[in-house]
T-cell receptor, first 115, second 113 residues
């Protein structure tokens, strides 16, 4: 079966711009979560969506937002980009529903560079 | 203090050696994950544990819930095992499994031929 697909793989943006990243989960997976990875902070949780509802949100400013569509595909948006937003953005999908414990399948990530 | 601590940060081994990576956590969890990340960024989920021990090929993962500690062992290490190994815990929230993942800083493993 197809894995988790993230697009684009690489992106270069200018400070102040906004960016939208896309994540298509494994078919049948209803949970999609997003993570930011930087050399200094490591992996940090951004948010999680389940059945089009944001279920959890990490400690990031409001410039970071996301949504999930009825087909479980998810997008995250970062507005007013700052240099510190340069990072690898990873999404993961899971079969997990309420009361279930699912493993995660990660996408290859989008490497965002803000100049 | 980080909620998830891994040791060592860096590890160099000779091919064939037995390797252990440790993970300690300070929060209530519903599950613990071991992840592998190769250069280039892709992350592969190796194990998900909530108790006991799991084995997959040359990899073994154990967890002690009472001591809040987990170990990842690699037997007969090989250069292709060179990667960053990351421990992540799923925080227990309201007795369910809806908490987010909290990650350790990772252990960079290099296996020399």
């Amino acid at each position: 079966k197809a894995g988790v697909t993230q697009t684009p793989r690489y992106l270069i943006k200018t400070r102040g711009q906004q960016v939208t990243l896309s994540c298509s989960p494994i078919s049948g997976h209803r949970s999609v979560s997003w993570y930011q990875q930087t050399p200094g902070q490591g992996l940090q949780f951004l948010f999680e969506y389940f059945s089009e509802t944001q279920r959890n949100k990490g400690n990031f400013p409001g410039r970071f937002s996301g949504r999930q569509f009825s087909n479980s595909r998810s997008e995250m948006n970062v507005s007013t980009l700052e240099l510190g937003d340069s990072a690898l953005y990873l999404c993961a999908s899971s079969l997990e529903g309420v009361g279930r414990r699912g493993g995660y399948t990660f996408g290859s990530g989008t490497r965002l560079t803000v100049v | 203090k980080n909620e998830v601590e891994q040791s060592p940060q860096n590890l160099t081994a000779q091919e064939g050696e037995f390797i252990t990576i440790n993970c300690s956590y300070s929060v209530g969890i519903s599950a613990l994950h071991w992840l592998q990340q190769h250069p280039g960024g892709g992350i592969v989920s190796l194990f998900m544990l909530s108790s006991g021990k799991k084995k997959h090929g040359r990899l073994i993962a154990t967890i002690n819930i009472q001591e809040k500690h987990s170990s990842l062992h690699i037997t007969a290490s090989h250069p292709r095992d060179s990667a960053v190994y990351i421990c992540a815990v799923k925080r227990l929230v309201n007795g369910g499994s809806q908490g987010n993942l909290i990650f350790g800083k990772g252990t960079k493993l290099s296996v020399k031929p």
